[in-house]
């Protein structure tokens, strides 16, 4: 894709499937949310990988290890293989190994997916800050991790000791809802010590150089549902993106998406990597025309007129809002044009 600022979702005469090698799957919102499978992912992604589309697993959770994801994913009808899961935890292993002597110990705070892609790298993992440890590696421990082991890690990085972080998302998804995800653990540390840590995880270039050379995709397409890490890392990495709404992105805010936001292609769930993609074309009447809906900007806020499919129509609209918002966010209300599609 062109770093010029995209002012429209993209077209496809292929599906998808066929027109990139490799697809470079978010899990939390695309694959499975709260243990379960989305609609339509394990049909999907079988279709696609019979077609010949490699699929890889990225995840930002450093917790799991790929030999556990990999059997949750075989559990849930998608036979998948532990090298076909990149974890963050496995991204900051690497930046961390580039850095620091081989056999270097590493003050771990986080689960046994960051212990295990350290000891990949030819790390030690330890405990305590009292353990001369050459850097200091956070990553999300999941409900349970003790208050303790933000302390350890405040005493090594107030030493002056490196910091590393896999991910600094704010938030997790959980069976119960939202959940303080590794990006808040990291605050507390940020607190206690002024510091900050060197980030691996997406959006940031670590994940998506780790990705591309654990799978040695040619052409590949992120898949994911949030903007500000999926989207946002394959704006960094330079390789396109679909967007799926099956996560925490709505319709307002993909129209309010600045452009290291906006993906390439828009679909509802997984099946969209099967398909081509409607192209938006710019409206003789002004505005933009995908399938039966035009879409044009009135003085405050969106219009939208004509009918078909919704997500023809939510195309249509992002294509105004980003051409209108420039470089920026789109300001213009598209409340009632979205009611509208019920989206």
């Known amino acids: 894709m ?9 077209g496809s005469g292929q599906a998808l499937s066929e027109a990139y090698d490799t697809a470079l799957l978010d899990l939390d919102g695309v694959v499975y949310a709260g243990g379960s499978a989305i609609a339509h992912a394990v049909e999907s992604l079988a279709t696609a990988r019979e077609g010949g589309m490699r699929l890889a697993y990225v995840t930002n959770n450093a917790l799991r290890t790929p030999d556990t994801v990999a059997g949750h994913l075989t559990e849930l009808g998608m036979p998948t293989g532990a090298e ?4 963050s935890a496995q991204a900051v292993a690497r ?3 580039e850095q620091v002597p081989q056999g270097a110990r590493v003050l771990v705070i986080g689960g046994e997916g960051l212990r295990v892609a350290l000891r990949e790298r030819g790390l030690v993992p330890v405990e305590s800050a009292d353990d001369d440890p050459a850097a200091v590696v956070q990553g999300f421990g999941g409900p349970d991790l003790p208050w303790g082991r933000f302390a350890e890690a405040s005493y090594a990085v107030a030493r002056g000791v490196p910091w590393f972080a896999s991910n600094t998302d704010l938030t997790i998804p959980s069976g119960r809802g939202i959940a303080p995800g590794n990006g808040a653990a990291v605050e507390v540390v940020r607190i206690a010590t002024g510091a900050e840590p060197q980030v691996a995880g997406k959006p940031l270039p670590p994940m998506h150089r780790e990705t591309i050379l654990r799978t040695g995709a040619q052409r590949p397409l992120v898949v994911g549902d949030r903007l500000d890490t999926d989207i946002e890392g394959a704006f960094n990495g330079d390789v396109d993106s679909l967007l799926v709404l099956t996560g925490v ?8 998406a600045p452009p290291q936001h906006r993906p390439t292609f828009v679909d509802a769930d997984l099946r969209g990597m ?4 409607p192209e938006v074309v710019a409206a003789r009447e002004g505005g933009f025309r995908c399938g039966g809906w035009t879409a044009t900007a009135g003085a405050d806020r969106l219009e939208l007129d004509g009918e078909g499919e919704a997500l023809d129509g939510l195309r249509a609209l992002c294509a105004v809002a980003w051409t209108a918002a420039g470089e920026g966010a789109c300001a213009l209300d598209g409340g009632k044009a979205l009611a509208r599609l019920g989206i």
């Open 249 to 256: 992105t709505d319709g307002a805010q993909l129209l309010a």
């Open 2 to 10: 062109s770093r010029s600022v995209r002012t429209r979702p993209e």
């Open 274 to 277: 099967l398909a081509g993609q």
């Open 95 to 97: 930046l961390i190994s």
């Open 84 to 87: 076909d899961v990149i974890t």
